[in-house]
């Protein structure tokens, strides 16, 4: 068959097949993997683990041939255009809230938790347009939702995604219920694991590998096994079955993620919309106050003080800022241009800047390595999507870092050091800059990039493991940039493994172009992370 006929082919099993075409949910109850080599077209279609499945109760055979056969209807040979195909109705896109979420603006539409909408518009990225169950039409922020048909476990509760073992640790610590659990990603991937909390002997996290057989049952002893995760869950809620408890509950009341902006396409708010609260900490910007928005979302405002910024260069900067979203940074929500002092409003982080906490609780976290790298490798992960993204941040440090609950890292203050009129950050060139956290490219000749991120995130990492010491001690930023251009670079922290200097010192190599990227950084650490588990 020929190039454009293999593509017509795919074009138009795509209209005759509801969903993907990554199919699943099968008869059998196992998931199917029909494949094709889009370049070698569809002349040897695969279908593993069985050959009939079910799409949305449509029977789909593949017979020896490499044909679909659609029940009541012709058997369609790929690269062989079928004129009934014009006739099936586009797929209807139907997603499930994972979250609830309260309209406040007009034009929004409040979520109820795992309740069914119709996408009407997904064009943009963060804010989609949908229609309930009743006719409704408004927008929904994205990250609330999941396509029905890929939802898998997402759906229970305790289920929590690639959540690291040392905050689930915390989390479940923190609700201290006997055979309280959740159900994670494991650091080996593909594969799933059970974090437990028992209090016998005494109170401690136990974690268990989900596996499979050979007939893909799943189990966690193999004496119990199941069909699917779900299935075998409810077997140990009833029978320990070799854990050191029965299954109970799960954690409740997890936090819900921020949306971008605090409605469809607002960015700009009015201080009337906010109720300012209790101070959070001031500085040489200005002072910061949680507050409410609208009397319902918790926020934090950033009062700038008048002439520390460049204030018509941010606000335009702000409405890109406002897009940028991911788990692992502090989501901007909007600001107030038109009110004198500007308010920076951002989501609230409860327990406050990293160097801070790492300060505060110094004793109960200076032995637990495997949290301090979750920590650093939190923060990679947010600078991994900046540098995706070609942002830059310029002012990386444990300052700029805020910690929320379930010990939750985010980066802060990103490209906000460009708009920073302040002698705490020494000029060279009408461009200020910590000299503590800066490279020799920056130090010579200001040459920001993500590689000079990558530079100050490994003196955040050497902040992390010293819990919140100062880099290079009492010495003076002129005695620092000496050091730094002799190559001699901050000594080994006490609490940190060798493997961990190991990539701090790849951080600093003098070339920027020696320096990894964040990307390559997040897989050097979780292999690290992996080895402070095995």
């Given amino acids: 068959a020929s190039f454009a006929s293999r593509i017509f082919s795919l074009s138009l099993l795509e209209r005759l097949l ?38 949305n109760g449509v029977g789909l055979h593949v017979n020896g041939g490499g044909d679909l056969n659609m029940p009541g209807g012709p058997t369609v040979t790929p690269g062989t255009p079928n004129t009934k195909a014009k006739d099936v109705s586009p797929r209807v896109k139907i997603v499930v809230a994972l ?109 268990y590998h989900i596996k499979q057989n050979a007939r893909s049952e799943f189990y966690l002893s193999e004496k119990h096994c199941c069909e699917t995760i779900p299935d075998l869950i409810n077997y140990h809620r009833h029978n320990s079955g070799g854990l050191a408890c029965r299954l109970k509950t799960s954690p409740c ?83 107030c241009s038109k009110h004198r002092p500007i308010y920076i409003i951002t989501e609230y982080m409860k327990h406050g800047s990293l160097l801070n906490y790492l300060r505060r609780h110094e004793q109960s976290l200076i032995g637990n390595m495997g949290l301090l790298l979750d920590m650093c490798i939190q923060v990679c992960k947010g600078m991994s ?24 890292v985010k980066v802060a203050d990103f490209g906000l050091a460009r708009y920073v009129l302040d002698d705490q950050y020494t000029s060279s060139g009408g461009t200020k800059f910590p000299i503590k956290w800066a490279p020799p490219e920056v130090l010579n000749y200001t040459r920001f990039s993500s590689k000079s991120d990558v530079w100050a995130y490994g003196v955040l990492m050497w ?38 200097y190991d990539v701090m010192k790849k951080c600093w190599s003098h070339s920027p172009e020696d320096r990894p990227g964040f990307r390559i950084l997040k897989d050097q650490l979780a292999a690290v992370a992996q080895g402070l588990t095995d």
């Fill in 253 to 335: 009341d997890r936090p819900v993620p921020p949306t971008a902006g605090l409605s469809h396409d607002k960015w700009e708010i009015h201080p009337s919309e906010l109720m300012i609260l209790e101070e959070l900490g001031s500085g040489q910007f200005g002072v910061v106050r949680r507050a409410k928005w609208r009397g319902s979302i918790d926020t934090a405002v950033k009062m700038m003080k008048v002439g520390t910024m460049s204030e018509d260069d941010f606000i335009e900067e702000a409405k890109v800022m406002t897009k940028l979203q991911h788990p692992n940074l502090v989501q901007l929500y909007g600001v």
């Fill in 385 to 408: 999507y900046l540098e995706r993204h070609n942002y830059i941040h310029r002012d990386l440090a444990a300052r700029n870092c805020l910690v929320g609950s379930e010990n939750t």
């Fill in 463 to 500: 902040e992390v493991f010293t819990c919140g010491k100062m880099p290079y001690g009492r010495l003076k930023n002129t005695e620092v940039v000496e050091r730094v251009q002799r190559g001699i670079i901050l000594e080994k922290p006490k609490a940190c493994a060798k493997e961990i």
């Fill in 99 to 207: 979250y609830p979420f309260k309209a406040i603006e007009s034009g929004d539409l409040s979520l109820e938790k795992n309740a069914e909408y119709e996408v009407i518009d997904d064009s943009q990225e963060h804010w989609w347009k949908v229609k309930d169950q009743h006719g409704t039409i408004g927008y929904i922020p994205s990250n609330y939702v999941k396509e029905k048909e890929l939802l898998g476990l997402q759906k229970y509760d305790w289920y929590v995604g690639d959540m690291s073992r040392q905050r689930a640790e915390s989390l479940l610590k923190q609700n201290d219920k006997e055979g309280c659990f959740v159900v994670r990603k494991s650091s080996t991937k593909g594969l799933y694991t059970l974090s437990l909390h028992t209090k016998v002997p005494q109170s401690h996290v136990k974690h």
């Fill in 18 to 55: 509801p969903g993907s075409l990554l199919g699943y949910s099968g008869d059998s109850g196992k998931g199917e993997i029909f494949s094709h080599d889009f370049i070698s077209g569809w002349a040897s279609p695969t279908v593993n683990s069985f050959k009939t499945a079910s799409l």
